[in-house]
T-cell receptor, first 112, second 115 residues
Framework: QKEVEQDPGPLSVPEGAIVSLNCTYSNSAFQYFMWYRQYSRKGPELLMYTYSSGNKEDGRFTAQVDKSSKYISLFIRDSQPSDSATYLCAMGGRGSQGNLIFGKGTKLSVKP | GAVVSQHPSRVICKSGTSVKIECRSLDFQATTMFWYRQFPKQSLMLMATSNEGSKATYEQGVEKDKFLINHASLTLSTLTVTSAHPEDSSFYIC???????????FGPGTRLTVL
C-alpha cells in the first residue's frame, strides 16, 4: 500500500461547480497536510496548509482533514476555468524526516 | 513573500555534457532545499535534500556522483547533472523551506532535454 493515494483523474467539471479532491494516507504519524496547485510546465504553488483535523477555509478553497479516517479533501467552490490544473496533496510529520510525501496529483479541467 | 527562482528555465544539451541548475530563495533564508524531478503526467520524485553547509542526503536510487548538489549559502542551491544522457531528460524542480516551518515553496522548474 502506498503511503499516499490520490485519484489521478482527469476530472472535468462545468464552470461554477463545486469540486472535491481527495487523498487517503496510511501513515498515522503524518501531522501536517498541504495542497499544491501545479499548472502545466510550472512548479507547484502552495494553496492550503493544515495540521489539525477539521476545516480550513481560504476564499473559494476549503481544506478538510479527518485524521481518524486518514482522509483529506480540498473543496473548490464556484470553480473557474483558471482553476484548471493538477492538484497535489502532500503531507509530512514524524516518520518522513521532514520531507513531504506527495500524492500523484489529480488533473482538473473546468469547462466554461 | 516566499519566492523561489530557478535558472535556467529550459536547457537543451548534447549527451555527455554537464548541466548546472540554480535554485534561489529571493526573499527568505532557506535552511533546507529539496530537489525533485518530474516525468510527464507523473508526480514529484524527491531526489535529494540539502541543508545549508552540509552534504546533501540522496534518496535511494539517486546517484550522488551523477547529480551533484551544492547548498553553499542560505539562498542558493545548485544541481549539476554530470555527463547527461537522454534518460536524464526531465522537469527538475527545487523547493525551499525556512527554519522552523513545514511548508515548502517551489521554484518554477527547469526543463532539461538531452539530445
Amino acid at each position: 500500500q502506498k503511503e499516499v493515494e490520490q485519484d489521478p483523474g482527469p476530472l472535468s467539471v462545468p464552470e461554477g461547480a463545486i469540486v472535491s479532491l481527495n487523498c487517503t494516507y496510511s501513515n498515522s504519524a503524518f501531522q501536517y497536510f498541504m495542497w499544491y496547485r501545479q499548472y502545466s510546465r510550472k512548479g507547484p504553488e502552495l494553496l492550503m496548509y493544515t495540521y489539525s483535523s477539521g476545516n480550513k477555509e481560504d476564499g473559494r478553497f476549503t481544506a478538510q482533514v479527518d485524521k481518524s479516517s486518514k482522509y483529506i479533501s480540498l473543496f473548490i467552490r464556484d470553480s473557474q476555468p483558471s482553476d484548471s490544473a493538477t492538484y497535489l496533496c502532500a503531507m509530512g510529520g514524524r516518520g518522513s524526516q521532514g520531507n513531504l510525501i506527495f500524492g500523484k496529483g489529480t488533473k482538473l479541467s473546468v469547462k466554461p | 513573500g516566499a519566492v523561489v527562482s530557478q535558472h535556467p528555465s529550459r536547457v537543451i544539451c548534447k549527451s555527455g555534457t554537464s548541466v548546472k541548475i540554480e535554485c534561489r530563495s529571493l526573499d527568505f533564508q532557506a535552511t533546507t532545499m529539496f530537489w525533485y524531478r518530474q516525468f510527464p503526467k507523473q508526480s514529484l520524485m524527491l531526489m535529494a535534500t540539502s541543508n545549508e553547509g552540509s552534504k546533501a542526503t540522496y534518496e535511494q536510487g539517486v546517484e550522488k556522483d551523477k547529480f551533484l548538489i551544492n547548498h553553499a549559502s542560505l539562498t542558493l542551491s545548485t544541481l549539476t547533472v554530470t555527463s547527461a544522457h537522454p534518460e536524464d531528460s526531465s522537469f527538475y524542480i527545487c523547493s525551499a523551506r525556512m527554519w522552523g516551518i513545514n511548508e515548502q515553496f517551489f521554484g518554477p522548474g527547469t526543463r532539461l532535454t538531452v539530445l
